[in-house]
Nanobody, 133 residues
Framework: VQLQASGGGLVQAGGSLRLSCTLSGRTPAGRSVSNYAVAWFRQAPGAEREFVAGITFSGSNQYYSDSVKGRFTISRDNSKTSESTAYLQMNGVKQEDTAIYYC???????????????????WGQGTQVTVSS
C-alpha cells in the first residue's frame, strides 16, 4: 500500500489549506485500499508526532484532536476502484498548526488506539504546512 500526501504550503494565520492523501497499490489478502482507516498526524520541530484526525474506512465516522476540533475536517473519497483519497480541510489555521503533516493507514480500526502512531502500518512521506502571522 502506498500513500501519497500533498497540499502543504505556506498560509497566513486565519487562512485555509486542504491536504490530500491518496492510497493505492496492492494490499495483503487482496483487500481494497478503501477498506483502510486513515489518520492524519503532525510533527513540529522538537516535538513528538501527534494525532490530528482520523476517519473510518467508510467515511461515516471522524475523530479529531481537541486542538483542531471545529477548525479541521477530515473526509474521504472511495469512488475509484483502485485508490482512495482522504482529505484534511484546514480552516482558521494558527501558527501552532505549523508542522509536517503525515497521513497513515491501517486495515484495523480501534477507538482505543486510533490516536497512537504505532497502530498504523502504512505512512505517507509528509507534507510541510507553515502558518505565518
Amino acid at each position: 500500500v502506498q500513500l501519497q500526501a500533498s497540499g502543504g504550503g505556506l498560509v497566513q494565520a486565519g487562512g485555509s489549506l486542504r491536504l490530500s492523501c491518496t492510497l493505492s497499490g496492492r494490499t495483503p489478502a487482496g483487500r481494497s485500499v478503501s477498506n483502510y482507516a486513515v489518520a492524519w498526524f503532525r510533527q513540529a520541530p522538537g516535538a513528538e508526532r501527534e494525532f490530528v484526525a482520523g476517519i473510518t474506512f467508510s467515511g461515516s465516522n471522524q475523530y479529531y484532536s481537541d486542538s483542531v476540533k471545529g477548525r479541521f475536517t477530515i473526509s474521504r473519497d472511495n469512488s475509484k476502484t483502485s485508490e482512495s483519497t482522504a482529505y484534511l480541510q484546514m480552516n482558521g489555521v494558527k501558527q501552532e498548526d505549523t508542522a509536517i503533516y503525515y497521513c497513515a493507514a491501517d486495515i484495523r480500526f480501534m477507538l482505543a488506539t486510533l490516536r497512537n502512531p504505532s497502530a498504523y502500518t502504512y505512512w505517507g512521506q509528509g507534507t510541510q504546512v507553515t502558518v505565518s502571522s
